[in-house]
């Protein structure tokens, strides 16, 4: 029987590089996002199409049940949808903040809810949330970001000790610089609403910081190799961070004081 895969975010990026990827491993791979139009592309790897928005309650249980409706089971899911919302806590209005919430951590939770009566019946599965080294540090302007990739890695390492009795595996991705539209979209989002105010020195240098890491950042398909790999092998890691650094930048955060490293965060933005 061929195990069922959804990737949430398929749209683009490491979405859909995971999609087609879990398509070579053998899955039959569900690509959701908001806008099928966007994950046209994947059809011609053998992708199957679900519109879904992980804001929205009734689109994400009508996916869930499209899956199970024609598949009778889900083996993966991996929770890829998410976006950088930047700018200083000031500037951010609540009801941005609230939406980054609902779109990086509450769209994930419940996506997994929907799916843990079947894995649990079956007594296998593997929930692949995909965080951040971002769930690990902090910068300027990202603190609504931030406080939903640390939610993630909490969240996640809870519900790894819960499932482990049902032979539910949850494992962690913690990409670092990535090649995406994320980059672009967390620029124009902090340009657009700390540009112009108190903080637009320092938001200034952030945008040219996130710039150059455009340039050195790995591409998609880097982690969405490793994805394809926790899905797969027979014990996968519990956290596995890759692309853009990512390593580099856990280990600093390990080893340095908290104002050694804001220095060092602080001392990029030139």
């Known amino acids: 029987m061929k195990k069922v895969a959804i990737v949430t975010g398929a749209s683009s990026g490491i979405g859909a590089e995971t999609a087609k990827l879990l398509v070579k491993h053998g899955f039959t791979v569900y690509g959701a996002a908001r806008r099928l139009d966007k994950m046209q592309a994947l059809v011609q790897y053998g992708v199957r199409l679900l519109q879904m928005d992980v804001t929205d309650e009734a689109s994400m249980a009508s996916g869930v049940g499209e899956v199970l409706a024609a598949e009778g089971r889900v083996d993966v899911l991996v929770n890829n949808a998410g976006y950088g919302s930047y700018g200083a806590l000031e500037d951010v209005p609540l009801h941005e903040a609230r939406y980054q919430f609902e779109v990086n951590i509450f769209g994930m939770a419940r996506l997994t809810q929907l799916v843990l009566p079947s894995m649990r019946q079956q007594r296998s599965g593997r929930i692949i949330n995909i965080s951040s080294i971002g ?14 990739k640390f939610a993630v890695e909490g969240l996640s390492d809870s519900l790894r000790m819960e499932l482990k009795q049902f032979g539910i595996n949850v494992v962690i991705s913690e990409p670092g610089a990535i090649k995406t539209e994320w980059n672009a979209i967390a620029r124009e989002n902090l340009l657009k609403v700390s540009g112009q105010t108190v903080y637009g020195k320092l938001a200034a240098k952030h945008v040219q910081m996130l710039l150059n890491a455009d340039k050195w950042g790995s591409e998609p398909i880097v982690v969405a190799r490793t994805i394809a790999k926790s899905a797969t092998v027979a014990r996968p890691k519990t956290r596995y961070a890759t692309g853009g650094g990512a390593g580099l930048i856990l280990f600093a955060r390990k080893i340095l004081s908290d104002s050694m490293f804001d220095r060092v965060m602080l001392g990029q933005m030139k």
């Open 135 to 148: 769930g690990k540090i902090g910068e300027p302007h990202g603190a609504w970001y931030h406080a939903t």
